[in-house]
């Protein structure tokens, strides 16, 4: 069982390393945003999981309540900033 | 009880490492956030709700599915934000191929 959650970390894991690559290359603004909401989304499933793996599922919990809340609020700060400011950016391309 | 916990967890990851394939491979920045959006929360979701099958009936798992609970609300509306920027920033939409 601990295996399994050890072995589901490391996917996840794996799986924020495309998301750092949208964040890199993200040709316009919003590209990073989404990739920075995507990265604080699987971090919440890597917060909970690693709890399980030490066995203390609610202590962790707690952190995950409490970045899952700050993720969301600079998501929605992040995405309102950019409604209105016209960021000097590179010709997006598609 | 885990064999269900285990379900979950797998299709649970299942849903976040599509959703960061989708993430790469789409072409526009609006399939992209199509993409991600879904699966991520999907894939949250299910992760939760399978470690909250494995702890078993206890405060923890109810905060568990508070949590879940929260996402549910949050994600898409966090992703209808950026959409709704997206478009105020002029981003380009994609043009109609003519048939």
């Known amino acids: 069982m601990q295996a399994f959650f050890v072995g589901a970390t490391l996917v996840v894991l794996a799986a924020v390393v495309p998301c750092l690559y949208r964040i890199l290359r993200g040709p316009t603004i919003i590209d990073r945003i989404i990739g920075v909401n995507v990265v604080g989304t699987k971090t919440i499933a890597v917060i909970v999981l690693v709890g399980c793996i030490f066995d203390r599922v609610e202590f962790f919990i707690d952190i995950a309540i409490v970045y899952a809340l700050i993720s969301f609020v600079g998501t929605l700060a992040l995405s309102k900033y950019f409604e209105r400011k016209a960021v000097l950016q590179r010709e997006a391309t598609r | 009880m885990t064999a269900l916990a ?94």
Request: aromatic share 10%.
């Open chain 2, 6 to 99: 285990v379900a979950f967890v797998s299709a649970g990851v299942f849903f976040l490492v599509t959703g960061a394939a989708g993430l790469i491979r789409f072409p526009d920045f609006y399939t992209r956030m199509h993409a991600s959006g879904k699966c991520d929360t999907l894939g949250v979701l299910l992760v939760l709700v399978g470690i909250a099958c494995h702890v078993g009936a206890s405060l923890t798992s109810a905060k568990i599915l508070l949590i879940a609970a929260f996402i549910f609300v949050a994600s898409p509306t966090a992703t209808h934000a950026i959409a709704r920027s997206a478009l105020r920033h002029q981003n380009a939409l994609w043009p109609e191929e003519e048939q």
